[in-house]
């Protein structure tokens, strides 16, 4: 005897039960995708109470998949520009293989799960892993939005340990500077002052959002990752350094007879892609193997932490949107747990001093 519920009822189709119920007078026929008669019962008083309340069912939602989630995601950031579209690309090549094919109803947590496993014998860091299935959760949140989908599983994460420990000492920066070509030189200058980030704020910095007369830079809204506009005062480093780099850029204009918009470039006029072949010989040459790029931004926080901006201004200048975040950045090295022990034992002694005192005043004053 077939199963039934209210104004529908489910039915078994091969290896699969199946539900029927009503729609303005249609019947319509769905999968449950389930070998289990329980599943398709819950699903049929789901869709049941559904059409009670005149809520229009798509059943076509649940036929969606992954792969269509995904374009849809690659679409919305080509349509919003957003900068992080070639990361984006990257971890979808990954996800497109296993999940691409298969109806977005039918992922399971355990299919997530393996997934995981599968990138974490591959070498892949927790982070990265969860970056990855951080763009899967966002596929389904857009297919939501988009009524492509009903129903947006919920994904686990691993434990990172995302703990910002890298930062460049002054005399760090300089021996890293030196052991650069001459043409990146000023680009590292730059970042060590404003712990802008490389890729996405400094490589593709341009004349026109440079302001001598003002001392200012520019980023325009929508070309940061917060999506956020940012002024940027000049210090005096900040000021020679760019000076200089715009007389060269000049020079470089009227022998090759050509405009170079870019603020950092290279020998021929390109625009610097990337650093990090010199940036890995540079930092060995330095002694200071294994450093990063992104070292800068956690550099220069603290260098503001250690100035004493306010923590609202800080953030505008460097970008960070909440707190949370730039607090992760403020660094803080052995040698400002030495300078804050130097102050205790400063104190200390001052009290001792003042306590000594006190007691020689005591002790000479005449008795009654």
């Known amino acids: 005897m077939k199963p039934k519920t209210g104004a529908g009822s489910v039915y078994l189709r091969g290896q699969t039960w199946w539900l029927k119920y009503y729609q303005d007078g249609k019947a319509i026929r769905e999968s449950s995708g389930s070998p289990l008669a329980a599943v398709a019962l819950a699903k ?29 995601l690659l679409a919305d950031y080509r349509a919003n520009s957003r900068t992080s579209l070639p990361r984006l690309e990257g971890m979808v090549a990954h996800l497109r293989p296993v999940f691409g094919h298969r109806r977005s109803a039918l992922v399971r947590g355990s299919d997530v799960t393996a997934y995981k ?50 930062f460049f000492e002054r005399e760090q920066f300089e021996a890293v500077r030196r052991c650069l070509p001459e043409y990146l030189r000023p680009v590292v200058t730059f970042m060590y002052i404003t712990g802008w ?12 959002q440079v302001d001598f007369k003002a001392g200012t830079v520019r980023l325009e809204p929508g070309t940061t990752k917060n999506r956020e506009g940012r002024v940027l005062f000049m210090t005096p480093e900040l000021r020679e350094m760019l000076e200089a780099r715009r007389a060269a850029t000049d020079k470089l204009q009227r022998e090759s007879g050509r405009i170079i918009p870019h603020v950092f470039h290279r020998r021929s006029g390109k625009p610097i892609r990337n650093i990090y072949v010199a940036w890995e010989a540079a930092c060995r040459g330095a002694g200071v193997p294994g450093r990063i790029p992104h070292d800068f931004r956690r550099t220069a926080v603290r260098n503001l932490e250690r100035a004493g901006v306010p923590r609202s201004v800080a953030m505008k200048m460097t970008g960070h949107k909440t707190e949370a975040v730039y607090r992760r950045y403020a660094i803080v090295s052995e040698g400002d747990l030495r300078e804050a022990a130097d102050k205790l034992a400063r104190l200390a002694a001052t009290d001792a001093g003042t306590k000594a005192a006190a007691m020689g005043t005591v002790a000479i004053l005449p008795a009654r």
């Open 197 to 208: 980030r490389s890729r996405s704020e400094v490589f593709p910095l341009q004349w026109h």
């Open 44 to 72: 049929l008083k789901e869709r049941v109470g559904q059409v009670a309340t005149g809520e229009q069912v798509n059943v076509k939602a649940d036929k969606a998949t992954v792969g269509e989630l995904l374009d849809d």
């Open 117 to 166: 496993l599968v990138r974490h014998e591959a070498g892949l860091s927790n982070a990265t892993i969860n970056r990855e299935v951080e763009a899967l959760q966002r596929a389904y949140r857009l297919g939501k939005a988009n009524e492509r989908i009903r129903y947006v599983p919920t994904f686990q994460f691993l434990q990172e340990n995302n703990v910002r420990t890298g």
